[in-house]
């Protein structure tokens, strides 16, 4: 995996000191990535070390369609990294990986690139065909060493595979079902209480594979340093940030995770959309500000709230006497039987009286100064 720099200060970070990001953000991307081949290519990679080996024999048609295969989930991987920060911009680090490797033993396979060309050309072109030409024995030096970097390649990419899954499938599940859970962001101790239910919930066993552990064991290296931006509007500007460099992705994810949770600058699942926005600012909504599902014009915050307003009227019925009242009187309203200050002085009147209505509704039956009929009678007055 590509290493890379963090350095942070106040709620932004910036990649090996040049791309500026919002903490939370990345992950955030990490939280919404469609990728839904994905976990099929992490199970089939996970097996191929033991699918891609050399032989001599019958299979040797196999080697070579297995490393195929294999390079094309890899190519797929690639996309999807570097198509997401922090690996965006490395493009020219981007190679047919498996075949560059194969190709450094090349005198193990079959050769008809001098039969291709006729004569041997300025600069050789990478073999793309893989069929063993020597007996495992005869070459078991080469073929080890090749095995070993093969694992090593395939690691990596399972690796990745690992950090993206848990994001999908655990932070998404702790941030949904246990973090999120209230009508304003968590105080420490509902956060540390979210943490414990969820990791009782999900205790370590030997059936989960690397990517259901929710927080990874992993080494960070941090020191301070300083660094220089230029502002596209303003001065040059010096800062002391904290740095952090990691070479494993799965690590840099959780740190922003747990940095979120902390600072209040955390991703949440949209109540319209179904998609992942970041809270910031002390803010606490329910809706994202993205252009709505099916809309041209609205955002998710505009129609998401509406829906909730309309599902909250139409369960509770204390909101729903309210409604049929505020209808009637508005209706008398518009046909001039009571005045714009009848109506402005009744709106008031039946707002304190529908939120004392719902303050009660929560207090035992005893204790209760208002039935729902009585409410609807004083509505209608």
Not at 242 to 257: C, I, K
Not at 310 to 318: I, W
């Amino acid at each position: 995996m590509i290493t890379f720099s963090v350095y942070r200060w106040s709620d932004s970070l910036w990649i090996n000191g040049t791309s500026r990001y919002r903490s939370g953000e990345i992950l955030c991307d990490y939280l919404n990535l469609d990728a839904p081949k994905l976990e099929i290519y992490y199970n089939l990679l996970k097996n191929s070390s033991e699918r891609l080996r050399y032989t001599d024999d019958s299979g040797s048609q196999q080697f070579n369609q297995d490393a195929q295969t294999i390079q094309k989930i890899l190519n797929y991987l690639d996309d999807i990294l570097f198509g997401l920060k922090p690996f965006q911009g490395n493009e020219h680090l981007r190679t047919r990986r498996l075949f560059v490797l194969l190709n450094k033993y090349d005198e193990l396979f079959f050769d008809d690139r001098f039969v291709q060309f006729g004569t041997v050309p300025e600069e050789m072109p990478l073999l793309t065909r893989f069929e063993p030409a020597s007996r495992p024995d005869q070459v078991a030096e080469q073929v080890a060493a090749m095995s070993r970097e093969i694992r090593e390649l395939l690691r990596v990419y399972i690796g990745f595979c690992e950090d993206v899954l848990r994001v999908k499938y655990v932070f998404s599940d702790f941030l949904d079902h246990y973090f999120h859970v209230h009508s304003t962001f968590p105080t420490s101790t509902q956060a540390a209480d979210a943490y414990q239910r969820f990791s009782e919930a999900h205790p370590p066993s030997s059936s989960q594979t690397r990517y259901q552990t929710f927080v990874p064991y992993f080494q960070l290296s941090s020191t301070f340093g300083t660094l220089t931006i230029q502002p596209e509007h303003g001065e040059q500007q010096t800062m002391l940030c904290e740095v952090n460099r990691y070479s494993d992705l799965g690590a840099f994810l959780t740190v922003e995770l747990f940095l979120g949770i902390q600072t209040g600058q955390l991703p949440k699942r949209c109540g319209c959309c179904g998609r992942y926005f970041l809270l910031s600012n002390g803010y606490y909504p329910d809706f994202c500000e993205n252009l709505a599902p099916g809309e041209t014009e609205k955002a998710c915050r505009e129609v998401g709230a509406k829906k909730k307003h309309e599902r909250k009227v139409k369960n509770d019925p204390v909101w729903l006497a309210h409604q049929r009242a505020y209808k009637t009187h508005y209706a008398r309203y518009m046909k001039k039987k009571i005045t714009s200050t009848q109506f402005k002085s009744w709106s008031k009147f039946a707002c304190k009286l529908r939120d004392q209505m719902l303050a009660e509704a929560t207090l035992p039956h005893e204790k209760r100064t208002m039935t729902q009929a009585d409410y609807e009678i004083l509505l209608k007055e």
